[in-house]
């Protein structure tokens, strides 16, 4: 009876370092989560004046171009 409890005690701990594990994890990925779209934010008007600027260019370029030519 005495090493079955152990075993039970044992197993709890085992469940418990594991659910702080887990959570540690998810603390992590949420951070990580933010700052990648804190970096999506912050260059998003970077990619639309460099959209803008090659759209102008394509517009007023005489060039043939399969990737500066509407599709």
Do not use: C, D, F, W
Request: hydrophobic fraction near 35%; glycine fraction near 2%.
């Amino acid at each position: 009876m005495g090493a079955q409890l152990r075993v039970y005690r044992r197993r709890m701990r085992s469940v418990k370092a594991t659910k702080k594990i887990t959570k540690a994890m998810e603390l992590i990925s949420a951070s990580r989560i933010v700052k990648a779209q804190q970096r999506v934010t912050a260059s998003t008007p970077y990619a639309n004046e460099l959209t803008r600027a090659v759209s102008a260019v394509a517009t007023y370029s005489s060039t043939k171009h399969p990737l500066t030519t509407p599709s």
